[in-house]
């Protein structure tokens, strides 16, 4: 009788690869191998035959998470692996409406086991960034409001500056294509944290939800005014279409509404987040809209930006008014979670537009160079 026991990558044992090795890892071959194992019906009894794929996919784990959060120059290349492989298994929890087989691995131990991993490591390096008990010390809805404020409308930085005034057409479209990844799956994540008791917070947050999914009608949804943006160029319209473009930066803002959305012992660091996601969209979305406006592209090049910039700017007010605030009421010893998600999504959404902007001119600078 086969066992049903699972045999569960240890990683603490992997042995160490020297330093002239780690450089040269090749994550490629590792996400190559992992998305073999995804694929194989029934993963965690299958282990023992997959032993060899198993263990070099674990080896690169363990050496990329050393080269991302423990070298203090941090590594891009070991970030993106561990960034891609920890979005690989997140997916999971969306249905994308393709082979039901696919989504066999769904609950796999083994999986659990590899994000877990990388989501500890991650979390610590993520959570060194933030001084928790400063924020632990402020008035939490003080704080909140005086963000809100002064997020709604801030300075333009040097990257919305860029995009504004120089991005070229060719660099708009390179920004649909990395937009794309989460434009064309737009609040999918939110609806992970609807279920449960109802309340005012929840009523209003599937308010957001319906806004965001045109309120059940397929023509009105977000995601479509998105589509449309990219077929004004003959661009691909599939989910993940362009998903080999997106930042390291980027994918770690999504692999973070997964794990807040996931675990609902987040819920305040996650509603902190939606925040000021809500309150600060706008102000990007218009940088968006100047830069198409410049570039003179038709009214489908930028229909999104514009529905985005009326629905969030009322998104935003919801967020702060009727999720935030009351939350901070009835949570009072924990509402400083509110403020460290809010604090986390600004500090990740920042380092995502600058990791955008920078690809954008390689790719402009590249077209140059093209004779």
């Not at 994000?115 to 959570?127: P, S, T, V």
């Not at 997964?258 to 660091?269: A, I, Q, S």
């Not at 809500?278 to 968006?288: D, L, M």
């Amino acid at each position: 009788m086969q066992s049903n026991i699972v045999t569960l990558p240890n990683f603490e044992a992997v042995v160490d690869i020297p330093q002239a090795k780690e450089k040269n890892i090749q994550y490629d071959r590792a996400e190559q191998l992992f998305l073999e194992l995804l694929a194989i019906n029934d993963l965690d009894n299958q282990l023992n035959q997959e032993a060899a794929k198993a263990r070099e996919v674990e080896q690169a784990i363990s050496t990329a998470i050393k080269a991302a959060y423990e070298n203090s120059n941090g590594d891009d290349r070991a970030h993106l692996f561990l960034q891609r492989i920890l979005y690989w298994i997140n997916r999971l929890k969306l249905f994308w409406y393709d082979d039901l087989r696919n989504y066999d691995n769904e609950r796999s131990l083994y999986l659990s086991c590899c994000r877990n991993q990388i989501e500890a490591a991650w979390q610590a390096w993520e959570l060194a960034q933030i001084d928790v008990p400063a924020l632990q010390k402020l008035n939490v809805k003080q704080a909140l409001i005086e963000r809100a404020a002064a997020d709604l409308e801030p300075p333009l930085s040097p990257e919305s500056r860029y995009i504004r005034e120089q991005m070229s057409e060719v660099g708009y479209r390179h920004l649909l294509a990395i937009g794309s990844f989460d434009g064309l799956v737009e609040g999918s994540r939110l609806s992970r944290i609807l279920g449960g008791a109802a309340n005012e917070v929840q009523c209003t947050l599937v308010r957001v939800l319906l806004e965001e999914y045109g309120n059940g009608r397929l023509s009105r949804k977000h995601s479509t005014f998105f589509a449309q943006m990219l077929a004004e160029f003959g661009m691909n319209t599939e989910p993940e279409g362009y998903f080999d473009l997106v930042p390291w930066e980027v994918l770690a803002c999504a692999n973070q509404n997964f794990l807040t959305t996931e675990r609902k012992r987040y819920f305040l660091r996650y509603s902190g987040a939606l925040t000021y996601f809500e309150v600060a969209g706008p102000a990007a979305y218009k940088n968006y809209l100047a830069a198409a406006q410049r570039l003179q592209l038709s009214d489908a090049a930028m229909g999104y930006w514009e529905l985005h910039i009326r629905e969030d700017e009322r998104h935003g007010q919801w967020m702060l008014d009727s999720v935030a605030l009351p939350l901070a009421q009835q949570y009072a010893d924990d509402a400083w979670e509110l403020l460290l998600g809010y604090d986390q999504e600004k500090l990740m959404s920042d380092r995502a537009a600058q990791a955008v902007v920078q690809s954008i001119k390689t790719t402009e600078q590249a077209t140059l160079s093209i004779p």
